[in-house]
């Protein structure tokens, strides 16, 4: 079983960056494809990005060009780096590890990113 903690969210103004980090623990970090999820105010929870173990890299269309993640298996750490972020960027922000071999889904509490002016 894995621990996932989210940090680096916060109040940004339209046009800034954030840089959000979760660290891993408990477990083999590099058999488990990492994602970011997000979840606005009376919306679904929906993916940003993954990254599987092999590196294989998808964005949700809506943040392609914008954000990058990325994973450090040394450091047991997913980030998402985030540019230009836009007032519709505004949600939670999930961490998410899924198991390679079982499937199992595991959760982070989130971190909170406000875009506004």
């Known amino acids: 079983q894995v621990q996932l903690v989210e940090s680096g969210g916060g109040l940004v103004q339209p046009g800034g960056s954030l840089r959000l980090s979760c660290a891993a623990s408990g477990s083999i970090f590099s058999i488990y494809a990492m994602g970011w999820y997000r979840q606005a105010p009376g919306k679904q929870r929906e993916l940003v990005a993954a990254?599987?173990?092999?590196?294989?890299?998808n964005y949700d269309d809506s943040v392609k060009g914008r954000f990058t993640i990325s994973r450090d298996n040394a450091k047991n750490t997913v980030y998402l780096q985030m540019n230009s972020l836009k007032p519709e960027d505004t949600a939670v922000y999930y961490c998410?590890?899924?198991?390679?071999?079982?499937?199992?889904?595991?959760w982070g509490k989130g971190t909170l990113v406000t875009v506004s002016s």
């Open positions: 998410n590890a899924k198991h390679s071999l079982d499937g199992i889904n595991y």
């Open positions: 990254i599987s173990t092999f590196g294989r890299i």
